[in-house]
């Protein structure tokens, strides 16, 4: 069978043995919190040539360049480097200058623009790749800090894209009209890497080690999508549970957290360390705000939190709300006081029944099989764009029916 990540035809119809290159436009820095990006990006690593390019930094005295990194999977990263109070206008070309080599020095093959952001536009519409992806995992637009400009640059996107994903079901919802080609990919699983958590063997972190118990924990980007408010009202109304905060600070002054001696901001971790923290912890919750910046998230963490085995409480985000919620599996809180009351309850219950039911909704869940899905859509949209394509699926697979 034909994998189209290999590239194995040229857009003539000859075969060839170079890679196909897919340069991905995002707004997440790689090494910043492991997430969709990543997991997607690592399973189309093979067999496939990707750069993944960050927004650039900005450095006193910088002559203007583009940083490479190798990653151990293939993947390279590219970080376009400015010089600190260049104009917006000079940055662009200068993006757009480090986006041609890159383009020029690629091998023979499928050219696809992955995009993350729309923003990206201003400095790669000037290219035409044989496939534009526009995974939207996140409204952007809806951000703190979001460039008025956005909401224009996704419409022209939109146009533009072949195939677009969406983060999650209601995002999808948003935007199903939006596109003749869009489909809904909520969140996945790495259950072998969080399901660790379970065995009751990982050593306690040392920085929570000496924390008593109850533990109840969070981990994630910490930003304007957060209740701050409902974290701390949690903590005052438990004095006796020890809330442990882990994630990097963002768009908020840290200084402006609450303190309180039962709450703990730990800071970032690395994505291998997590299973050791959840492990030590007696419950998890998610407290995010009810706002625009949250409307239609699908927070990755929601079936992470479960693969791990552990009892979640969250605020009524829709795409939390359906399917967990509806299902018995995630208990949902409107306010401080539902969200202890929950949270005492899911410590209380027993956990068999309930690990049951959570391992059979994560059956059939798994980033792999996600990336396959997607896969199969990217074949099928590179067909429609070229008939030599097309020609040579079809006689590789044995297709009969028009793709």
Not at 37 to 66: C, F, K, M, N, V
Request: charged share 25%; proline share 6%.
């Amino acid at each position: 069978m034909l994998q189209i990540s290999s590239g194995e035809y040229r857009k003539d119809g000859s075969t060839y043995k170079e890679e196909q290159t897919i340069i991905c436009f995002s707004h997440l820095r790689w090494d910043f919190v492991y997430q969709r990006p990543q997991h997607l990006l690592s399973r189309a690593s093979l067999g496939r040539r990707i750069y993944y390019i960050e927004e650039p930094i900005y450095e006193d005295g910088a002559a203007g360049r583009l940083e490479l990194r190798h990653q151990p999977n293939g993947i390279i990263i590219a970080v376009p480097v400015l010089p600190i109070g260049i104009g917006e206008k000079e940055a662009i070309e200068e993006q757009r200058r480090f986006l041609d080599c890159l383009v020029s020095n690629r091998q023979n093959g499928f050219l696809i623009f992955w995009y993350y952001t729309p923003m990206a536009l201003r400095f790669s519409a000037h290219v035409t790749p044989d496939l534009y992806v526009y995974d939207c995992m996140d409204e952007l637009s809806a951000f703190r800090g979001a460039p008025k400009i956005m909401r224009d640059l996704e419409s022209a996107l939109l146009s533009l894209a072949h195939v677009v994903f969406t983060g999650g079901h209601s995002l999808y919802e948003a935007k199903k009209k939006s596109h003749h080609n869009i489909h809904a990919f909520p969140s996945s699983i790495d259950k072998e890497h969080f399901s660790k958590a379970r065995s009751g063997t990982l050593p306690d972190p040392e920085d929570q080690r000496a924390l008593p118990r109850p533990r109840i924990g969070f981990f994630g980007v910490i930003d304007e999508r957060m209740d701050v408010d409902l974290v701390s009202a949690v903590a005052d109304a438990r004095p006796d549970w020890q809330i442990v905060m882990i994630g990097p600070v963002v768009k908020i002054d840290p200084a402006l957290l609450p303190r309180r001696e039962n709450l703990h901001w730990l800071g970032g971790k690395s994505y291998a360390e997590l299973p050791a923290y959840i492990s030590g912890w007696n419950a998890g919750f998610m407290p995010f705000a009810r706002n625009e910046a949250t409307r239609f998230i699908s927070p990755t963490k929601t079936p992470e939190f479960l693969s791990a085995g552990l009892p979640l409480v969250s605020t009524a985000i829709a795409d939390v709300v359906e399917p967990y919620g509806t299902s018995g599996l995630v208990e949902i809180a409107e306010d401080a006081a539902a969200m202890v009351t929950k949270v005492e309850m899911v410590m209380q219950r027993p956990m068999k029944p309930w690990l049951d039911r959570v391992d059979r909704r994560l059956k059939s869940m798994s980033w792999d099989g996600t990336w396959a899905s997607m896969e199969s859509l990217l074949k099928r949209a590179l067909c429609r764009t070229d008939p030599h394509t097309t020609q040579k699926v079809r006689q590789v697979e044995g297709e009969q029916a028009h793709v």
